[in-house]
């Protein structure tokens, strides 16, 4: 399979733990980009990466999230502290620079 | 901020029938593209749009740019069953695809 590639599926966690999710990019695609989508809305930005460079983050994004791409290949999201709130599905994507978005399937993390 | 905003939120049509989603953005967009995403599945890329007026066809589907760069639409002709998902526009505002705004989608069914 050569597509975009997210681990875990699913993830169920008690509020206030700590949890980090990865994406594995298309191989050939040098952009990365983290999108969280609740159900009923449109996928929203949270921050994206050209090579390792994070060149974007969303203002709207909390300090406990933390993303990186430290050789430019696979990346992760950490949330720290979950709350209730940051339940969601985490959609990863990659992309050749400025072309369309190719998506994993997700990873769906349940915040209890 | 930058936002797009799509309308309607939901349609039901009767199959054969058509069907119209509209995108609107208070500013000029640089680009923008357009997703469709099954029921339980990730949004998968449909088309780009760059310049002002542009016209594309994608066998039953077809989708416009406006003139002034800040309003786009997607029009299917005779509904299938297969059509069923929910449609997304994303607008990228200024050169960088880095922060691609997705709309909340149109979220269609389909009554055969």
């Known amino acids: 399979d050569t597509g975009v590639s997210q681990d875990p599926r699913h993830k169920i966690t008690k509020r206030g733990q700590n949890v980090t999710f990865r994406c594995d990019p298309i191989?050939?695609?040098?952009?990365l980009y983290w999108y969280r989508q609740t159900l009923g809305q449109g996928p929203e930005f949270l921050t994206y990466?050209?090579?390792?460079?994070?060149?974007?983050k969303s203002r709207l994004l909390s300090d406990r999230f933390s993303a990186e791409r430290p050789k430019g290949s696979f990346s992760t999201l950490e949330i720290q502290r979950t709350e209730q709130g940051d339940s969601a599905m985490y959609l990863c994507?990659?992309?050749?620079?400025?072309?369309?978005?190719?998506f994993g399937s997700g990873t769906q993390l349940s915040v209890l | 901020g930058q936002q797009v905003m799509q309308i309607p939120q939901y349609q039901h049509v009767q199959e054969g029938e058509d069907f119209t989603t509209y995108c609107n953005s208070s500013?000029?967009?640089?680009?923008i593209q357009w997703y469709k995403q099954r029921p339980g599945g990730h949004p998968v890329f449909l088309i780009q749009?760059?310049?002002?007026?542009e016209v594309k066809k994608q066998k039953r589907l077809t989708f416009q740019f406006g003139e002034a760069k800040k309003n786009s639409s997607l029009h299917i002709t005779a509904t299938q069953t297969t059509d069923v998902g929910t449609y997304f526009c994303?607008?990228?505002?200024?050169?960088?695809?880095?922060?691609?705004?997705f709309g909340k989608g149109t979220k269609l069914s389909v009554k055969p």
């Open positions: 994507a990659s992309s050749l620079k400025n072309e369309k978005l190719f």
């Open positions: 191989s050939e695609h040098n952009r």
């Open positions: 994303a607008g990228v505002y200024g050169g960088s695809q880095g922060n691609l705004i």
């Open positions: 749009l760059v310049k002002s007026g």
């Open positions: 990466f050209q090579n390792e460079a994070q060149l974007e």
């Open positions: 500013t000029t967009l640089s680009n």
